[in-house]
């Protein structure tokens, strides 16, 4: 009987421990996302990326065509986590040094984290959506589990 009580006592003191580390691990998480945030310079008249997470329903009546398709496939074990931070990164810079937002759409279409990021382009001309894919090609060279298309059908419609 004491040797219950004893483990009853070692697996309270566990569990209250845990729950203190898992509010300290979510309290740091919190400043971080607080101190990332106020890093980032903020214009609302001029923000630095436009993305819209659509749905299946909103992609159907979206645009036939996209200017620039990025698709984040997988092959089994989900996508690459890296890569969408990479195209955000670019996306970010490029406002950065170009002054000008691009705006893309992304929709998800499988199980495993598979989601196409969706390009218009109409707030560039035909020379700055050359630069821009061709700057996107660059960066995401070498990464198997993304797929550019240039001037896709939505697969949606």
Known sequence: MRTINIIVVVFFTISISACKSSKNSSENAEKTETEIVDSIPSNPAR???SMEIWTHEQAKLGPDTFRLVVSFIS???GTDPESKAILEAYVYDYKLK???VVSYFMIPW???GEVDCCFTLNELNASEQNNFIDGLKKVIQGKELIQINENMKSRFK
């Open 98 to 100: 170009n002054n000008k």
């Open 75 to 77: 092959i089994g074990a």
């Open 47 to 49: 923000p630095l990326v």
């Open 110 to 112: 499988g199980r495993e």
